[in-house]
């Protein structure tokens, strides 16, 4: 099956299309993609290096890889660059995407 990125996408715009009237959001951020694991053979090194070599910084939090970038511009665009970027690298390495969000610390 192959991954549907016009969906996610969608997801991604409608994230900002649908936020609540008046949200102040800031102008910059980290922003962090989730991955989580399927397959019991899937290298949790290799993922976190080929992330790592196209400028994210990694972390694992249970069973969730963590991929941050940034600080970037909080705009659907480059969000969504730098979540299809990093969702092609987690596919080819038996990760799936599980959304993003806008780093905390």
């Not at 009237?21 to 290298?43: H, I, R, W």
């Not at 290096?49 to 659907?76: C, D, N, Q, W």
């Amino acid at each position: 099956m192959s991954h549907n990125y016009e969906a996610q996408k969608r997801e991604t715009f409608e994230t900002f299309r649908k936020a609540p009237k008046g949200q102040k959001l800031p102008e910059t951020a980290v922003v962090d993609y989730l991955f989580f694991v399927e397959e019991n053979d899937a290298s949790w090194p290799a993922f976190e290096r080929a992330l790592r070599l196209k400028g994210f910084r990694t972390r694992r939090e249970g069973e969730h890889l963590i991929a941050s970038y940034g600080p970037i511009p909080v705009t659907p665009e480059p969000i969504w660059a730098n979540e299809k970027l990093s969702t092609e690298i987690a596919l080819a390495h038996d990760f799936y995407p599980d959304g993003w969000d806008l780093a905390t610390d």
